[in-house]
């Protein structure tokens, strides 16, 4: 006989900290964007101020937020197209082949994906190391007879280092899961193209493409809220510098909340952030279902 | 499949050779440059391989960098880890097997949670761990991401592909549910705890956010905080920074070669169940 108790105590653990550690702090994030809290009220609750809505109304006229609000998108905007496009270039292209040869490559796109954030970004810098003798990259430019490039300290390249370092880093499991839905398309559907007299191309382009509609839209989804969040590259590599250039709002919301203390404040970003994301994941949602009509 | 020549296919796995080298020179160029001296990697004349492999730059982390109680710190978060993979097959398996009030409601709040983006909940559980006075603890470090929804929902897939026969059978026998569970679910779910076990490894090993909030005392510092550490610490020292890149980074690469057919498998995102 099955216990009717017994589920229960299956799922408390894991309910009762989701519960604590990710549905109730959006409360208490909620709360206290309406309040002054700091480090002061953390040890005396009673200086706590209520503010209404001024923490919404002062990061709105925040310079840096506006600044990181832009960054962020200029990462969604430059990062998402291109880490699909080389995910599914190269799931594609790894599909092509049988041979261990092929496999091992898949093995090859991976490892950037599961490799310490912080160790690799410390590796980038040193590539990215504007000083010729140190930096590779500057290195191998200046053999072509490339003038050394301030790949993070030019404020109008150093979005761009970043986005590099982050395309390399998101190929890897986006790459996975296209090879995995591409296995299962009927081998029957390009016979048959290919009896049509199908070319290549147009075998990748009708039938390649349609098939992989689900999985392309549940990397786009997935991967405009990681980047979204984009915080641990501009962490680690740049500050968010040179002059706020590689700011992004995640970051800005961690630098409010834990260096500044300005747990109010940094609440109310996240909030912001919170909106955005909802609604850019519902926008995505509703333009696949137009496109599925 | 789309059908290929022989000599297109040369040319992809050429295209492709050239592309994973472009890919993989970070690391390369990370672990030759461990093994040189930092006098060698600022000096004008630059080398492919090191001029004299030096062990030198390991030695210091370890020696001088406090490298070894970051390490142990690191394995006792990734072991922590561990609890929180055997609470997710827990409730993946109550999911599956088991009808209860409010079963739906409940796992979509459970998928609900993977919306949350972590900037949010950051600030309101530090400030929760340290009411109940958890920072600069294990515990504080590992509790607020012990148990995910990805997870939970994984081994309810996996737990739903089995036939509830199976279970019925022990229970005909007299078997308790926990017995169930333990002794005929569990060893059942090998497959999935291998996938499960691995990223839980990776995780833990990886992990950085939360170490570095909770712990604002050194000697809770894992590896990744006190990498970063370092990079603040000897900006110039750049030998010394991909030395402690390199220990960061090479065991997982090597996990993962071992474990990759595992690892692969697990992202069939569309699989029929």
Do not use: C
Not at chain 2, 86 to 109: R, S, T, V
Not at chain 2, 169 to 181: K, Q
Request: aromatic share 16%; charged share 10%; no cysteine.
């Amino acid at each position: 006989m099955k216990s009717k108790k017994a589920p229960y105590f299956f799922i408390a653990p894991a309910i009762i900290l989701l519960l604590m550690f990710s549905i109730f702090p959006i409360l208490i994030a909620l709360l206290i964007s309406f309040t002054d809290m700091s480090l002061a009220g953390l040890a005396d609750y009673s200086r706590i101020e209520f503010l209404g809505l001024q923490n919404y109304q002062n990061i709105l006229q925040d310079n840096v937020f506006i600044q990181s609000i832009t960054n962020t998108l200029f990462y969604v905007l430059f990062g998402v197209p291109l880490v699909i496009l080389f995910s599914l270039t190269i799931a594609i292209l790894i599909n092509m082949g049988k041979t261990k040869y092929f496999s091992f490559m898949r093995v090859v796109f991976y490892s950037p994906s599961i490799t310490n954030i912080v160790a690799v970004a410390i590796v980038w810098a040193f590539l990215f190391n504007p000083s010729e003798s140190i930096g590779l990259i500057n290195q191998m430019l200046s053999t072509v007879g490339i003038q050394p490039i301030g790949w993070l300290t030019n404020t109008d390249v150093s979005k761009f280092s970043l986005v590099i370092l982050a395309v390399w880093r998101g190929i890897g499991i986006n790459m996975l899961i296209f090879s995995a839905a591409l296995q299962n398309i009927p081998k029957t559907m390009y016979e048959a193209a290919e009896l049509d007299g199908a070319t290549k191309w147009e075998q990748i382009w009708h039938i390649t493409i349609p098939q992989l509609k689900f999985s392309t839209s549940f990397v786009t989804i997935t991967t405009i809220i990681g980047w979204l969040q984009f915080f641990e590259e501009p962490f680690v590599m740049t500050d968010g510098g040179p002059l706020n250039s590689t700011m992004s709002v995640a970051l800005f919301i961690y630098r409010n909340g834990f260096q500044n203390n300005q747990f109010g404040y940094a609440a109310a970003g996240s909030l912001l952030l919170f909106v955005v994301i909802i609604a850019a994941t519902m926008i995505q949602l509703r333009l696949q279902r137009r496109g599925q009509n | 499949m789309i059908n290929i020549s022989k000599k297109l296919k040369i040319t992809i796995g050429a295209v492709l050779g050239l592309w994973g080298l472009v890919t993989v020179i970070p690391f390369l160029w990370m672990i030759l440059s461990a093994f040189k001296t930092n006098a060698e990697i600022v000096s004008t004349q630059p080398n492919l391989f090191p001029s004299e492999w030096t062990l030198a730059n390991f030695a210091e982390l370890f020696q001088r960098l406090n490298f070894d109680v970051y390490l142990v710190n690191t394995a006792i978060i990734t072991l922590l880890g561990f609890v929180g993979l055997f609470l997710n097959a827990m409730a993946g398996f109550a999911f599956a097997h088991y009808d209860f009030k409010f079963k739906n409601f409940l796992f979509i709040l459970v998928l609900a949670t993977m919306m949350i983006p972590g900037q949010v909940t950051m600030i309101p559980v530090y400030l929760l761990l340290n009411q109940m006075g958890l920072t600069n603890t294990y515990l504080g470090i590992v509790l607020p991401g012990l148990t995910g929804a990805f997870g939970i929902f994984l081994f309810r897939q996996f737990f739903s592909s089995i036939s509830e026969e199976f279970f019925e059978a022990a229970r005909l026998d007299g078997a308790s549910d926990f017995y169930v569970f333990f002794r005929v679910a569990l060893p059942l779910s090998k497959p999935i705890i291998a996938v499960q076990g691995i990223l839980t490894f990776i995780a833990g090993w990886n992990s950085f956010l939360w170490p570095l909030i909770i712990a604002n005392d050194q000697s809770f510092y894992t590896l990744s905080v006190g990498l970063q550490l370092l990079q603040g610490q000897h900006a110039t020292n750049f030998a010394l920074q991909m030395a402690g890149a390199a220990f960061m980074v090479v065991p997982i690469l090597i996990i993962f070669i071992i474990f990759q057919k595992y690892i692969l498998s697990g992202f069939n995102i569309s699989g029929g169940k």
